[in-house]
């Protein structure tokens, strides 16, 4: 027996299995046996990840053997470096970000923009990379920036059912060298909304450079609508008598309840 010709054909692509080793054998009385390390019993074996394959060939009468041990080789892999310059604050458009990317390139990149990306807030941002065979590499890229409000908040819910008392104050403990816009999701502006209902409310806090504060949802609940149900009556048993009688039950609102009848 003797190798007639040998072709090992690695993955394409780092991870799958898209290798390939084809085999062509002479001598020996034909009808070759193939045993491969990995359980195929063909002269070509197929869908191959990277590694080591072990081959042991004998001829029909099982009197010839060949051993041989093939390598399929890792292709190289899609490698990114970012390079950031981060936002100075939340809110800001001043980061950016510097793509070093290494492999089989040219590279196509799912950003408009290409390996350099600017007016960038903090964030994750997506990105694919598809290099010059078609192997693709998928990763995200966050960019974080320091807060530089800090709240905290008063919530006075109002006293009544479709009462407009409530209250809320956004108290800043900490901003930057200038006072900020306040606004308010119904319109109003300022650190404090008065003669609110029951409700959900939000507030976005804007400084200089554009930093931002957006908070979150901020709820008013008010009492349940008062009612009123009757348990039990029973009228007088003779006409002048005062034995009839009544029995009430109130509910929502702010109990305890006060009864004036």
């Known amino acids: 027996l003797a190798w007639e010709s040998v072709e090992p054909i690695p993955p394409l692509c780092p991870g799958d299995s898209s290798g390939l080793i084809a085999v062509q054998i002479s001598g020996g009385s034909g009808d070759y046996r193939y045993r491969w390390s990995h359980g195929d019993s063909l002269a070509i074996a197929k869908n191959l990840p990277a590694g080591v394959y072990d081959l042991e060939v004998s001829d029909l009468h099982n ?16 490698s990114v470096d970012a390079e950031l310059i981060l936002p100075s604050c939340q809110g800001s458009t001043d980061g950016s970000i510097q793509l070093d990317i290494s492999g089989k390139g040219p590279f196509e990149l799912s950003w408009e923009e290409g390996p350099v990306r600017t007016q960038m807030s903090a964030g994750s941002y997506e990105l694919r990379i598809i290099d010059t065979k078609g192997c693709t590499l998928d990763t995200v890229i966050s960019m974080e920036a320091p807060q530089i409000f800090g709240v905290n908040f008063s919530l006075i819910d109002p006293s009544c059912y479709g009462i407009s008392d409530g209250l809320i104050q956004a108290n800043l403990f900490k901003q930057g060298d200038t006072d900020p816009e306040i606004h308010w999701n119904n319109g109003q502006r300022g650190p404090m909304l008065t003669d609110l209902s029951a409700g959900a409310y939000q507030v976005t806090i804007v400084g200089e450079n554009s930093c931002t504060f957006i908070s979150d949802t901020l709820l008013l609940s008010s009492p349940q609508p008062l009612g009123i149900a009757l348990l039990n009556a029973s009228p007088s048993t003779c006409h002048g008598e005062n034995t009839g009688f009544l029995e009430v039950q109130a509910s929502g609102g702010l109990p305890p309840y006060r009864y004036e009848w």
């Open 63 to 78: 009197c010839l053997k060949l051993n041989r041990s093939f390598v399929l080789e890792p292709s190289e892999r899609i």
